[in-house]
């Protein structure tokens, strides 16, 4: 019986060394890239009285709501440093076709450094706009009332600071608005 044993070990043996085998285990599962979703949310929306939107007055704000449409969280900069200030930017088309692009006025920075705010699934980010010449360049705050067609644009570049972060541009529907002095 023992030397039946002894020829069997062996067996045994190979029994615990696993087989190689011509299947390949599966890729890891692509992991889905973050979709951003950028909207203009103007002070007043169009009505009967009104078949435009008004966007904003004088010292009235506007809001342009940014949304992580994707099932994984977002990691990005916050608007109080140079990597986040100068993310958000506008295209205006005027009534005669000309287009403008209206970004941040350049400022100076005292402190700055890439701190990071988190996105999570589905949710959403407020910016809270007046489109002042004191902070915009190209800013269209009308002397009179103007109607126009503008689109919110958020962009964030890539840079050694936006490592493992979203960088991309996303861009809202282009709709006719009006602004009141």
Known sequence: MRGYLLRLLPLLL???VPLASTHRAAPPARQERP??????IPARYASAQAATSILCSEGER??????????QPVTLFQEWNSWGYYGLSFDVTYADGRRVWVEK????????????FT???RGSYVFDVILGPEHWVNS???????????????TIEPSPESKDMWTSTVVSA???YVLWP
């Open 35 to 40: 979709a951003l979703a950028l909207a203009i």
């Open 62 to 71: 506007f809001h342009v709501l940014l949304t992580n449409q994707s099932a």
């Open 119 to 121: 996105l999570p699934p």
């Open 140 to 154: 269209p705050r009308p002397a009179l009332r103007l109607a126009c067609r503008l689109r919110a644009r958020y």
């Open 14 to 16: 190979l029994g615990l």
């Open 105 to 116: 006025e350049p400022r100076p920075w005292r402190h700055n450094y890439p701190s990071t």
């Open 174 to 176: 282009e709709n006719a």
